[in-house]
């Protein structure tokens, strides 16, 4: 299926200039990765919309209130949330507290080196999907054939390659049988692990739901 500006925008509510920037990347990761029916269509650009914040986004956030770290990260950032997360009178957590914060959340998992080597950082969620960890940059890299490795900053700044990183992770985890059955729930908690809250499942849902009317499906 290929996408107009105007479904793009009124799937996702974002402003139609914003959709049309995105419209040429996203049409051709879903040729690429045979996202081809309204119902697969529907479900992709939820998903994406969702990680990417309406498209206003191709790099993960780490401002998060101390709260929101504890909800969010759990016991690998309980020690240092209380000093990390966004203070009282703080508009944004500084950017260099949010490194922190990646370094020492995403330390040692899927091919991260420690909270030292800077790799939580390097490898936080990028693209359209947010694909996170060395482990999947190696993996995007290999299918997309760049080094994302040595350039995962190309996932921020390149919009085709922010599109095919979530054609690609989409087409890894088999994401058209999840759509094909309908099976939105399951998809979410396949993109986001069996740790995804209930507020995000909630936002993914409204997003599948807008998604849905915006392509006519019923």
Known sequence: MILTATQLSTALLIPLARAADWLAPINAALVEFGISSPARTAAFIAQIGHESGGLSRTSESFDYSVQGLVATFGKRIAANAATLGRQPGERAVPIDRQIRIANIVYASRYGNGDAATGDGWRYRG??????????NYAACSAALGVNL??????????????ARSAGWFWLSINGNAYADRGDFDGLSTRING?????????????RWKSCKAALGIA
């Open 126 to 135: 990028g693209g359209l999907k947010q694909i996170t960890f060395h482990d």
């Open 149 to 162: 490795l040595v350039q995962p900053e190309l996932l921020v700044t390149d919009r085709k390659l922010a």
């Open 194 to 206: 069996a740790g995804i809250t209930v507020d995000s499942l909630a936002a993914r849902r409204a």
